[in-house]
């Protein structure tokens, strides 16, 4: 499924209600288990989940290496110019920096 696959699966849930009325069963099912669904995500996320932190991050560690092993990702993305259009408050290349712009593509 794609992401606004599983944007549009969250329409029609009442995401409050749903939250509100999670239980303790409900949160230990989810954790159980192996392939979660939408209701699954609300509950890990629920009020109600924050009383099996450690449960979940040992499920987290476990789907982590998984997939990825025992490895360290790191990575920092390569600049070619400080133009940009949008305006993300923590970056110093937002639209509203007052900075020289700069662009190391070649145009004619
Ligand atoms: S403002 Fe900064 S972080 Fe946001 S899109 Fe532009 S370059 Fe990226």
Excluded: H
Excluded at 17 to 33: G, P, Q, W
Excluded at 59 to 82: E, H, S, V
């Amino acid at each position: 499924m794609s992401f606004y696959g599983v944007i549009e699966s969250y329409k029609n849930i009442d995401i409050d209600r749903y939250m509100n009325n999670v239980t303790d069963e409900d949160v230990i099912k989810s954790l159980s288990k192996e392939n979660l669904d939408e209701y699954d995500l609300l509950n890990l996320l629920s009020k109600k989940a924050s009383n099996y932190l450690e449960e979940m991050a040992q499920k987290a560690n476990k789907i982590t290496n998984q997939y990825f092993g025992k490895t360290i990702c790191l990575y920092t993305p390569m600049y070619i110019a400080n133009y940009c259009i949008n305006k993300c408050v923590y970056c110093g290349y937002n639209l509203e920096s007052k900075i020289k712009r700069k662009s190391l593509i070649w145009k004619k």
